[in-house]
């Protein structure tokens, strides 16, 4: 028999890949519907984050809330969402606008007065712990502590996530908030 013959050869050396992907952030968005069949907006809203690069992991119960600051219209409809995003804080604000124009709002600056009723409102609530300061942006959203409509579902699904601000959990604001509105858990009606 002849003998056999082993080739070796060195080693693969491993490739190394850099990604410069953005890493997910969570987010937490409130929307709001006072026109129209209210439930079929925030359902509309809450599919369309996805085409726009949020994936919703948690949703809240809905709500029906007293308006504040708004001028006519109905009771509200109001719920918030977790998601996840790799979108930066205006790219992600340029989103909910886009939808919102998408189903027929359009906002004005809040200096203009009580604000208008509308098909859907979608606000950052909080971006991670980030603290952004614009003109046109504030994250954490500034008015979130002063309104129940927007703890109370809140709370609902992440009481123990930290304001990066005001150092409290969300129950805590809850528990401390001034606002005495109506928020109440809405059952649909059957028909």
Request: aromatic share 4%.
């Amino acid at each position: 028999m002849g003998a056999a013959i082993i080739v070796c050869r060195p080693a693969a050396r491993p490739v190394m890949m850099r990604t410069f992907a953005t890493p997910m952030k969570t987010v937490y968005l409130s929307l709001g519907s006072n026109m129209g069949d209210r439930a079929q907006n925030i359902a509309r809203a809450i599919e369309a984050l996805d085409a726009h690069g949020v994936r919703v992991t948690r949703q809240s119960s809905l709500y029906e809330t007293e308006p504040v600051d708004v001028r006519g219209g109905g009771w509200f409809l109001n719920c918030v969402v977790e998601g996840e995003t790799d979108l930066m804080p205006r790219q992600l604000m340029d989103a909910l606008l886009a939808i919102e124009r998408s189903m027929g709002r359009s906002r004005r600056p809040v200096a203009d007065g009580p604000k208008e009723s509308r098909t859907i409102d979608m606000d950052i609530l909080l971006f991670g712990s980030t603290v952004v300061h614009m003109p046109e942006l504030e994250i954490p959203h500034p008015r979130m502590a002063e309104r129940k409509f927007v703890l109370v579902p809140f709370a609902e699904i992440a009481g123990g996530v930290e304001h990066p601000v005001l150092k409290k959990t969300i129950a805590e604001i809850l528990a401390g908030t001034p606002d005495k509105s109506q928020v109440k858990r809405w059952v649909q009606e059957q028909g």
